[in-house]
């Protein structure tokens, strides 16, 4: 019979089909690294990280930078267990191209406590426990507090102090004036920290007009070492003096 005639034809047909397959997945796999590559990311949402850390944290390892890799590893899955971060949100938008958006926690200022800084939120409630300071959150002195828990609020003496905290942080930001400290005296007056220079607001009062100063008064002070007070102040009576140290 042919079949018994010509014994390796058949054996020669299975490793040519064969062969055709394993090189069908080489050029499949071929085309999706090259086709599928990432060459864009959009990043957006981010303060405490940059687009360079966020990036690496979502596209780590062999296939981080493939598109259709990444659509299926963060498919209906949010990133949670990044410091600062309450989520990630992956989006594959082209075949080139990636959105990363952060939804950072909000921060309203950090305690120091124990040689480790203690971040809580507009409602005094610690959402982050850290070893290094983050850029654009102030810390927060003054206020007296016994022991710190995680995701619990600071057991201080007044609650309302950490809406004054959120008032001051808001005005700062939207006269794009983030200060490095803000310190409470015993009656809750406020003084700002840039650096070597103070700013004494005192109470809470005409706040607003107080801060709107702060951009046309900063830029001239930088290098000086004083106190600018500013607690008298008015849009009737402007009342500004500095004191050097």
């Known amino acids: ?6 014994p390796n034809i058949h054996l020669k047909v299975k490793i040519i089909v064969v062969l055709g397959v394993i090189n069908l997945l080489l050029l499949s796999f071929y085309f999706v690294l090259v ?5 864009n990311v959009i990043v957006d949402g981010n303060k405490h990280y940059s687009a360079e850390e966020i990036k690496s ?3 780590k390892g062999w296939l981080g930078d493939n598109s259709l890799y990444l659509s299926m590893k963060y498919k209906n899955k949010d990133i949670d267990d990044v410091p600062f971060v309450e989520t990630m949100d992956v989006v594959v938008q082209s075949n080139d191209t990636i959105r990363i958006s952060v939804y950072e926690k909000a921060l309203a200022g950090y305690v120091e406590y124990l040689g480790r800084y203690m971040y809580f939120d507009n409602e005094g409630v610690v959402v982050e426990a850290s070893k290094v300071t983050t850029q654009g959150i102030p810390q927060v002195t003054g206020i007296k507090f016994d022991h710190v828990v995680l995701h619990e609020k600071l057991p201080v003496e007044n609650d309302a102090i950490f809406q004054d905290v959120l008032t001051i942080t808001k005005l ?24 070597d220079v103070k700013v004494n607001i005192g109470r809470l009062e005409n706040l607003d ?4 100063q702060l951009p046309y008064i ?23 003096s500095f004191e050097t140290e």
């Open 35 to 39: 086709h599928y590559a990432v060459k």
């Open 209 to 212: 007009e107080k801060l709107m």
């Open 218 to 240: 900063l830029p001239a002070l930088e290098g000086k070492k004083g106190t600018l007070d500013l607690q008298s102040y008015t849009s009737d009576r402007q009342s500004i």
């Open 172 to 195: 700062l930001n939207k006269y794009d004036i983030i200060c490095d400290r803000i310190q409470f005296d015993k009656d809750y007056n406020v003084m700002l920290g840039y650096g």
């Open 1 to 6: 019979m042919a079949s018994e005639r010509f």
């Open 57 to 59: 944290m979502i596209m």
